[in-house]
C-alpha cells in the first residue's frame, strides 16, 4: 500500500524518480530508491560456510537474518578495510533484505527517464545486462544499476535457483 | 420480558441456527448440546418452550421430554421435538413421551418462528 | 425476518466433518459379525445429524446421500437387517462422496460426479435387503450398477423442473392453476420456489406417465425448458419433497372447536405460510394427509383429541404442553381482556402473530383433560414464573484464529526471548549488588517471556491423532487391495504437537504405513506357513521423550532383508565397508532409488518413497531410523521436533564463531587422547571411542574456515546420532545448553548445506544452526580431496 503510495508520488513529479548514488572505487552508481529500506553501518557479521568471499555472512537486523554482500569484492575491486565509514545500504528487493556494503554514499538525485541514456558497451565492472543506462550530474557519470535484476541473478547466488536444487 | 426457550440439539450448527433466529425475534435463548444437558439446564431454568432433536447422545430427545414431563415444573411447558421424520412412529412415541408437537427438519427460521409465535406468543 | 443461513455454514461444515470422521472410525471399528449396537446407533446419529444440517442449510445433493445412508443405517440399529462387510464398504464409499460433496460447498460448489447416484442406489438395494447377507455379491463401488431397475417403485415419481420466469407465463398466477391441474394427476409436491430459482416440483402416483404430464404444461406453457424425468427411488426418497411425512404437518388442539378452527380445516394462518412444500391434495379437499393424520375436522365439538398438522410440523393433542399453548392464548386474551380491551392484541406482540394469537384464544373454555388438572389459572401462574431472564448459553468456549496470526505472535514472543538475553547479557557487567532491582527484573522477564512463549507455542500444538485417525481406513483399504489380512493398533494418540508438523507428517506416516503392509505384512498363507497369526499387525505409536515427539511404525511382519538389500548396494554400487551394521545396512532402505521389492506393485516399490520419507522428516529437523528382526517386523522410528520454531541446541564454539548443535543429535561428549584419532584407509579420519571407529568430522575443513580451531587434541568431540550413523564432530569449547528460536537462512538468503538455520544469540549476534546429518554428508564427499594432502600435518 504505501509502497504504492510511494511509487506514485515519485512518478507524477514529472516523470521523474529518485535515485540513491554510491560510489564503487572510482565509479558511481544509483539504484532506485525504493529499493532502499535503510543505511547503516558495518557490524560483525557471521560467516557462512561456503559461499563466495562476496558474501560476507549474514548480520541480526532487529530479528532478521540479513545476508550482507561486499560489492567490491563482488567485483574485484580490492579488498578494504571495513571502518567505521563504511556503509551498508539495506535493499528490500521484492520482500527480501540484504545488505550491500560500499564504499559511501553520495546523494539523493531525481533523474527524468530521458536523463538516462543507453548505456554502450563498456568497461564497467558491472555487466551491461544489470545497468539501465547513464545519467551525467553536473560533471559526474552515474551508472544507473537494476538493482533487483542485479541481486535476483544467479550470478549473486543470493537466491537458490530452481535447477539447481537437486542437491 | 423476553420469553425463554431451551433448545437442544447435539448439531452446533441447527443449535445455532434456531438461536439466532429465536434470539433476533426477542426470545431469550438456552442451548444444550444432548438430552443430558438439557435436562440439567431445563433443572435450573423456566423455560416457557423446548425444542429438542431426537436422536442426541447420551439421552434421546423421547428421554428428556418423558424426565421433563415428570417435573412438576415442565409438566405442561410446550415441548416440541425437531425431527426429520413425522412419520407414525415418531408420532406415537411422541405423543406418548408426552412431546406437545413436533418440527420437521429441515426448516427454515421463518416457519421456526411461526411456530414459536404460534405456540407460545 | 430474513436471516442470512450462509452465517451457519461455517460451524456445518466442520461439524459434518466431525460426523464423517467418527463415523469412519466407527465404521472401521464395526465388527459386521457381532456388531455393537451402541455402535450403530451412533453412526446412525452422524449421518442424520448431518441430514439435518444439510437440508436445513440447503445443501440437498449432501441431504440426499445422508438420506438413503440413515435409512440403511436405520433398519440395522433397529436389527432388522444384519450387517455384512459390504454394507461397510457402501457406507465408507458413500462418507467419501459426502466428504468431496462438502468440500465442494465450502468452495461454493456442487460436487457432481455419477458415484453419487452409485452410491445412493448401491445402499438402496442394501437396505432393501435383496440378497441374503451371506451370499451379498462382493460388490465393490465400481460395480454396483449405475442405475438399478429393480428399485423402481410401482408408484412412479416424476422430477418436474422449469423456471417459471423463463417460461411464457407469469409465475404467480398461473404456477397454482399448474399445480391444481397436475395434483390431478396425483400427489403433487412443490418444492423450491424461491423466485428467481427454477421450480422444482416432484408428481408421484399409480399411472402417471410422461405424456399426461407434458399435455398439461403444453396447455399453459411452451414446453421447451420445462424438464421432467423419472426419479429412482433412490433420488425420489432422498428429496425432501417427496418425502411426504416431511412435508406434512399436523396441529393438534384439544380445545374444543374454535370458530376460526372448525371454520378453516387447514390453519390458514399456517397455510399461507410462504414456505416452500405444500401438500396440495388434502389442501383442496379436506381429505386426511398422508400422514394419517386429519386436519382439523369442522365439526364443533371436536375436543376429542385432535392433532394439528401444518406444513413441516404439529402439535399433539392432549398433550400435555397444549394446555399450555392454549392457555397461554387465553391468559393472553385475558389480560387483553382485562387492560386493553377484548379484541387488541397487547402491545409489544408481534403483529404477525396476531393470526395465531386468534385461534388458540378461541380455547379459553378449553376443558381440562382427564388426569390433568393444569387449567388457565396455572399456566398464568407458569407464565408469570417464566418471566425470569435466562443466561445466554456458555456458548462455544473456543475461537478460531488464522494460523497466521498465531505464528506472527509466536515470532514476537520469540523476539521477546531474544531481547531478554540481550538484556541480560548487557546486565553481566553490572554489579549484582548495587543493581539488585535490575536483577530481579530481569529473571521475571526471562520466567514470563518462557512462560509466554509456552502458551503461544501450545496454542499451535494439536493431537498427534489428528494424522493417525486416518489410519484405519488406509489400512483397511491397502489390506483389501493387497489380500493380506492387517489391524490396525494406535497407541497414545493424544501426544501433541506443532500443527505444522502435523500437516507435513501426513504423507510420510502414509508412505511408512502402505510400505509396511505391502513390504513388512506376509500374505495370510505365509504368515500361516510361518507359525503366526494370519492377521497381521502394525502400531502406530506416538509418545513424547524430552523436548522430543517420537513416532513409531511397527509391523510384525518379515522384516528386512540383509542380504537382499546388501546385494541390491552391491549391485547399485553404493559403497559399503566390509562388515556393515545391520543399522547400515537397513539405512540403505532410506537411499534414493532404493526398492527392494521384487515387483512393483500400486502401493510402493515405484522406487520414489523412502528417500523422500526421509528427506521429509529432515526437512522438520527430524531424523527417522529404522530396526528390524528377521521374522518378527520391522520398526521405523521417527524423532521430532515438539515445534519448528524452537530448538533446544547446544551452543559450541570453533574458533570466533558459535554454532548450535541440536540437542536431540547429541549422544555423548569426551575429552579425546591422541591415540584415539586414526587415519583409516578409505574412510578418513576416525576416532576410536569403545572399539568403534566413527567418522571425525573437523567443522573448520568442511566450512573452510581456516585454521581457527585449537589442535585436536585439546578439542571436544561431540558424538552426535546421524542418520548415516554416529559420527565425532570435533569444536573448540561447549558453551552452553539453550533454547534457541529458530530464523530461516532462506527467507533472505538461500539453502546452506549443513546448516538448518540460524538463530540470534544474546549478544545480537547470529549463530548458525548445524545440520549433523548433511555434515556427514559433506564430510564423506570430502574424503576423495582430503586423503593424501595436508591432513596428517594437521593430526600432528
Not at chain 1, 557479521?45 to 554482500?69: E, F, H, L
Not at chain 2, 415428570?70 to 413421551?97: C, D, F, H, N
Not at chain 3, 568442511?702 to 565425532?728: K, P, W
Request: overall charge negative; aromatic content about 6%; glycine content about 8%.
Amino acid at each position: 500500500m504505501s509502497e504504492d503510495l510511494k511509487e506514485r508520488a515519485v512518478i507524477t513529479s514529472d516523470d521523474s524518480r529518485e535515485y540513491l548514488t554510491f560510489t564503487l572505487g572510482d565509479e558511481e552508481y544509483g539504484i532506485d530508491i525504493l529499493n532502499v529500506q535503510e543505511i547503516r553501518g558495518y557490524d560483525a557479521v557471521t560467516k557462512i560456510a561456503n559461499s563466495p568471499d562476496y558474501i560476507k555472512g549474514v548480520i541480526n537486523m532487529r530479528g532478521v537474518i540479513v545476508p550482507i554482500i561486499d560489492m567490491r569484492l563482488k567485483f574485484h575491486l580490492g579488498q578494504v578495510e571495513y571502518n567505521q565509514f563504511t556503509v551498508v545500504i539495506i535493499l528490500n528487493i521484492s520482500g527480501r533484505v540484504i545488505g550491500m556494503v560500499v564504499d559511501g554514499v553520495s546523494d539523493v538525485v531525481a533523474l527524468k527517464g530521458e536523463q538516462i541514456r543507453p548505456a554502450p558497451e563498456f568497461g564497467a565492472v558491472l555487466d551491461t545486462a544489470y545497468i539501465d543506462g547513464l545519467a551525467t550530474l553536473d560533471e559526474r557519470m552515474v551508472i544507473v544499476v537494476d538493482i533487483e535484476k542485479l541481486m535476483t541473478s544467479g550470478d549473486m547466488g543470493l537466491v537458490d535457483r530452481i535447477q539447481n536444487e537437486s542437491s | 420480558m423476553a420469553k425463554s426457550i431451551l433448545t437442544v440439539d447435539d448439531s452446533a450448527s441447527i443449535r445455532q441456527m434456531v438461536s439466532f433466529t429465536l434470539k433476533g425475534a426477542g426470545y431469550t435463548v438456552t442451548e444444550a448440546v444432548d438430552g443430558q444437558d438439557g435436562l440439567d439446564k431445563a433443572r435450573s431454568g423456566n423455560f416457557n418452550l423446548i425444542f429438542t432433536d431426537q436422536n442426541m447422545p447420551r439421552l434421546d430427545g423421547l428421554g428428556l421430554i418423558k424426565q421433563l414431563r415428570a417435573m412438576p415444573q415442565y409438566k405442561s411447558v410446550p415441548i416440541l421435538m425437531l425431527t426429520t421424520e413425522s412419520g407414525e412412529a415418531m408420532k406415537t412415541q411422541g405423543r406418548a413421551a408426552g412431546a406437545t408437537g413436533w418440527l420437521v427438519k429441515p426448516f427454515d427460521p421463518q416457519k421456526l418462528l411461526e411456530v414459536v409465535r404460534k405456540v407460545i406468543g | 425476518m430474513t436471516i442470512d443461513m450462509t452465517q451457519f455454514y461455517q460451524v456445518f461444515f466442520d461439524e459434518a466433518d466431525e460426523h464423517l470422521a467418527d463415523m469412519e472410525s466407527l465404521l472401521l471399528e464395526l465388527d459386521v459379525d457381532q456388531p455393537d449396537l451402541e455402535m450403530l446407533n451412533a453412526i446412525f446419529r452422524a449421518a442424520h445429524s448431518i441430514k439435518g444440517g444439510a437440508g436445513t442449510f440447503g445443501f440437498t445433493d449432501m441431504a440426499r446421500v445422508t438420506h438413503v445412508l440413515e435409512t440403511l443405517l436405520d433398519r440395522l440399529r433397529k436389527q432388522e437387517l444384519q450387517p455384512v462387510t459390504e454394507m461397510v464398504d457402501a457406507f465408507l464409499e458413500a462418507g467419501d462422496v459426502l466428504k468431496a460433496q462438502l468440500q465442494a460447498h465450502r468452495e461454493g460448489e456442487e460436487y457432481q460426479d455419477e458415484r453419487i447416484d452409485r452410491v445412493c442406489t448401491w445402499l438402496e438395494r442394501l437396505t432393501h435387503g435383496e440378497q441374503p447377507a451371506g451370499t451379498a455379491p462382493s460388490a465393490s463401488p465400481t460395480a454396483a450398477p449405475a442405475h438399478s431397475d429393480q428399485t423402481q417403485t410401482a408408484e412412479p415419481t416424476w422430477k418436474i423442473s422449469f423456471d417459471p420466469l423463463a417460461s411464457e407465463f407469469k409465475p404467480d398466477v398461473h404456477l397454482d392453476a399448474l399445480a391444481e391441474s397436475l395434483g390431478e394427476l396425483g400427489t403433487l409436491q412443490r418444492y423450491s420456489e424461491a423466485t428467481g430459482r427454477p421450480v422444482v416440483w416432484y408428481l408421484s402416483g399409480p399411472g402417471v406417465c410422461l405424456n399426461n404430464i407434458q399435455e398439461i404444461f403444453d396447455f399453459i406453457c411452451d414446453l421447451d425448458g420445462v424438464q421432467i424425468a423419472p426419479m429412482d427411488d433412490a433420488e425420489k426418497s432422498a428429496s425432501p419433497a417427496a418425502d411426504h411425512e416431511d412435508e406434512a404437518f399436523g396441529f393438534f388442539d384439544e380445545a374444543p372447536g374454535t370458530p376460526q378452527d372448525a371454520e378453516d380445516p387447514g390453519y390458514g394462518f399456517f397455510a399461507d405460510s410462504p414456505a416452500a412444500p405444500v401438500s396440495i391434495p388434502p389442501e383442496n379437499n379436506g381429505q386426511p394427509s398422508d400422514s394419517g393424520y386429519g386436519f382439523f375436522e369442522n365439526a364443533p365439538g371436536a375436543e376429542a383429541s385432535q392433532d394439528t398438522e401444518s406444513d413441516g410440523y404439529g402439535l399433539f393433542g392432549n398433550s400435555p404442553g397444549m394446555e399450555q399453548v392454549a392457555s397461554q392464548a387465553a391468559h393472553d386474551r385475558e389480560e387483553n381482556a382485562q387492560g386493553y380491551g377484548l379484541f387488541d392484541p397487547s402491545p409489544g406482540y408481534p403483529s404477525s402473530t396476531k393470526s395465531g394469537d386468534d385461534s388458540p384464544s378461541g380455547s379459553t373454555e378449553a376443558p381440562t383433560k382427564g388426569g390433568d388438572s393444569g387449567g388457565a389459572p396455572p399456566n398464568k401462574e407458569n407464565a408469570a414464573k417464566s418471566q425470569t431472564p435466562k443466561r445466554g448459553p456458555g456458548g462455544d468456549s473456543s475461537i478460531r484464529v488464522s494460523v497466521e496470526k498465531v505464528d506472527q505472535l509466536i515470532n514476537l514472543v520469540g523476539e521477546l526471548v531474544i531481547t531478554h538475553a540481550m538484556l541480560a547479557e548487557s546486565a553481566t557487567h553490572l554489579d549484582p549488588v548495587a543493581h539488585e532491582k535490575i536483577f530481579s527484573g530481569l529473571s521475571n522477564l526471562e520466567r514470563n517471556s518462557r512462560d509466554l512463549q509456552q502458551s503461544v507455542m501450545s496454542i499451535r500444538m494439536m493431537p498427534i491423532s489428528f494424522v493417525f485417525n486416518r489410519f484405519p481406513r488406509v489400512v483397511r483399504d491397502t489390506a483389501a487391495n493387497l489380500q493380506k489380512k492387517v489391524t490396525l493398533r494406535l497407541v497414545g494418540e493424544d501426544t501433541e504437537l506443532d500443527k505444522g508438523l502435523i500437516e507435513r507428517l501426513a504423507d510420510p506416516l502414509n508412505h511408512l504405513v502402505r510400505n509396511s503392509i505391502d513390504h513388512g505384512i506376509e500374505s495370510p498363507e505365509k504368515r500361516r506357513a510361518a507359525g503366526k497369526s494370519e492377521t497381521g499387525e502394525i502400531v502406530l505409536r506416538a509418545s513424547h521423550q524430552g523436548g522430543n515427539i517420537v513416532i513409531e511404525v511397527n509391523d510384525d511382519g518379515a522384516g528386512l532383508n540383509r542380504e537382499k538389500l546388501l546385494a541390491k548396494a552391491t549391485e547399485r554400487g553404493v559403497p559399503m565397508s566390509d562388515n556393515p551394521s545391520d543399522k547400515e545396512v537397513f539405512q540403505l532402505i532410506f537411499a534414493a532409488g532404493f526398492s527392494t521389492a521384487d515387483k512393483v506393485t500400486d502401493i510402493s516399490g515405484r522406487g520414489v518413497g523412502m528417500d523422500v520419507v526421509r528427506r521429509n522428516i529432515e526437512q522438520m529437523n527430524g531424523r527417522i531410523e529404522i530396526d528390524s528382526a528377521p521374522g518378527q517386523g520391522t520398526r521405523i522410528t521417527i524423532r521430532l521436533p515438539l515445534t519448528l520454531a524452537i530448538l533446544d541446541g547446544m551452543a559450541v564454539r570453533l574458533g570466533d564463531e558459535t554454532f548450535i548443535l541440536p540437542l536431540t543429535a547429541i549422544r555423548e561428549s569426551i575429552q579425546p587422547k591422541r591415540e584415539q584419532f586414526k587415519t583409516v584407509s578409505g574412510k578418513g579420519r576416525v576416532l576410536n571411542t569403545s572399539g568403534e571407529y566413527l567418522p571425525l568430522v573437523v567443522l573448520q575443513d568442511i566450512f573452510e574456515l581456516g585454521q581457527v580451531g585449537q589442535s585436536l587434541e585439546d578439542s571436544i568431540v561431540v558424538i552426535v546420532d546421524t542418520n548415516e550413523g554416529r559420527m565425532a564432530l570435533v569444536v573448540d569449547e561447549l558453551m552452553a545448553q539453550q533454547q534457541v528460536v529458530i530464523k530461516s537462512l532462506e527467507t533472505n538468503y538461500r539453502k546452506v548445506r549443513g546448516v538448518s538455520g540460524a538463530t540470534i544469540l544474546g549478544d545480537g549476534r547470529v549463530a548458525l544452526i548445524l545440520d549433523v546429518d548433511e555434515l556427514v554428508q559433506l564430510n564423506q564427499e570430502m574424503q576423495p580431496k582430503r586423503t593424501g594432502t595436508s591432513e596428517q600435518g594437521n593430526l600432528a
